[in-house]
């Protein structure tokens, strides 16, 4: 009977949670620009004027943490400082400066009835922000969300919950200070995992759930959501290298893709190289991957290649082509051409982001068509798969769906459009 008893106040906790954000989400999609870029300068000022409680809360989860053990990768997620802290208030500043995609109209066309159609830009509803050991998050998402018109029920990791309870607070503080709604930014502070189920089966009062963290996370949510998830599992990113390659170029980007930054989704996880310049790639190349203590996982001809060479390379195995590393790792494979390259990446990429170094228009053009992938770039490296660089402002992470969103998620990802006709009495 206890048992019974528990899961409706999970149940009941669950729809509180939905009917408040449904409410406020009625309000948002009409306040002007200038109330939401008020809140998300209040915001920055609460969390500007309030470092000490911020970092002494989140001194509890990292007490926690090392407690339990975990590892330096963990804690450094969980840490907050000064300098993020300076950076949270930076993107609150910014995300007020970017332009408000909502309300507004497009393909505004007078038909011969003489009704004027077009399309307008409204806000998806309610949100639901799923994610792990990243404090920043809580006001990361709440600033895009907010500012595209949308309510938002945050549910963080229980490893930051000291963290998020008083990030959240701030939030709602700058709320109260400004007019917006109660049930516009709510954390979900009851931390059973029940809870988090039920909120992926909670299609009446939440309009799509975002989860920002691991393997594993999203794939728990994906797999048990009945409403609609913007996500992406893996970043099995491809760099093919055209037999009409500038060799100075391909080098540069295939050296950045794989080594700027190891441990994120647009790394370079696979290199295609045309067997016509192998040689000369490698020369060039493979020196570069020693230097960085990147191991090489090759296909027998590239692994031949690499050893007459004299470069420490393994062979690869099956899995490797179908996995994201996430580290200094890298799997190699020659192709006889682009259309054997794009094959591979139709096999074994994850629809994230795949590059074609060439010098020859057709093919880049023939690429840009026939790869699927969220982003495909030609002469560039996947490292700039990223909302920043692609000139949004901010995302609130990257989306591998065909529907309804594409890439890196910004503002406009995170609205809808409806219909709008305009008459002056027209009658059918």
């Not at 954000?21 to 002007?32: G, H, N, T």
């Not at 995609?101 to 309610?126: A, D, E, H």
């Amino acid at each position: 009977m206890s048992h019974t008893t528990e899961e409706q106040q999970f149940e009941e906790y669950v729809a509180s949670l939905g009917q408040a954000a449904k409410k406020a989400a009625q309000q948002l999609c009409i306040l002007s620009t200038g109330q939401k870029n008020q809140w998300l300068l209040e915001s920055a000022r609460l969390i500007s004027e309030n470092h000490g409680p911020i970092i002494e809360a989140n001194a509890k989860d990292l007490e926690k943490a090392k407690q339990d053990g975990k590892d330096d990768a963990f804690i450094d997620r969980l840490t907050i400082g000064e300098k993020l802290l300076n950076g949270l208030v930076e993107q609150l500043n910014q995300v007020a400066q970017l332009p408000d995609p909502v309300g507004s109209i497009s393909q505004l066309n007078t038909q011969p009835s003489g009704i004027k159609v077009g399309k307008m830009r409204m806000p998806i509803g309610v949100i639901t922000m799923i994610y792990e050991s990243r404090p920043n998050v809580t006001v990361e998402a709440a600033a895009l969300a907010i500012k595209s018109g949308n309510a938002i029920i945050l549910r963080g990791g229980s490893d930051a919950i000291h963290s998020n309870t008083i990030l959240a607070k701030l939030l709602n503080e700058a709320a109260v200070n400004v007019g917006i709604t109660q049930g516009a930014i709510q954390l979900v502070e009851q931390l059973d995992r029940k809870v988090v189920g039920l909120l992926l089966q909670a299609k009446d009062y939440i309009d799509v759930v975002i989860p920002r963290g691991g393997k594993g996370l999203v794939s728990l949510v994906d797999n048990l959501a009945s409403v609609p998830v913007i996500k992406h599992l893996d970043g099995i990113c491809h760099t093919y290298i055209d037999d009409s390659a500038d060799l100075e170029k391909a080098v540069s980007i295939a050296v950045n893709a794989k080594t700027h930054r190891y441990g994120v989704c647009n790394a370079m996880e696979t290199l295609l190289v045309n067997k016509a310049i192998a040689k000369t790639v490698f020369e060039k190349l493979l020196p570069e991957y020693q230097a960085k203590e990147v191991e090489l996982r090759c296909c027998p001809a590239a692994y031949a290649l690499a050893q007459a060479q004299g470069v420490a390379a393994v062979e690869a195995t099956e899995d490797d082509w179908a996995t994201e590393y996430l580290a200094p790792i890298l799997s190699i494979k020659l192709v006889e051409d682009m259309q054997e390259a794009i094959e591979h990446i139709a096999a074994y990429g994850s629809n994230h982001t795949e590059v074609i170094v060439t010098e020859n228009y057709t093919r880049a053009q023939h690429f840009l068509r026939a790869v699927d992938a969220a982003s495909v770039m030609v002469n560039a490296s996947s490292r700039f798969a990223d909302g920043f660089e692609y000139g949004l402002g901010a995302e609130i992470g990257i989306s591998t769906n065909k529907l309804h969103v594409r890439g890196p998620v910004g503002l406009e990802g995170l609205t809808t459009e409806k219909y709008v006709v305009y008459g002056q009495g027209e009658t059918r």
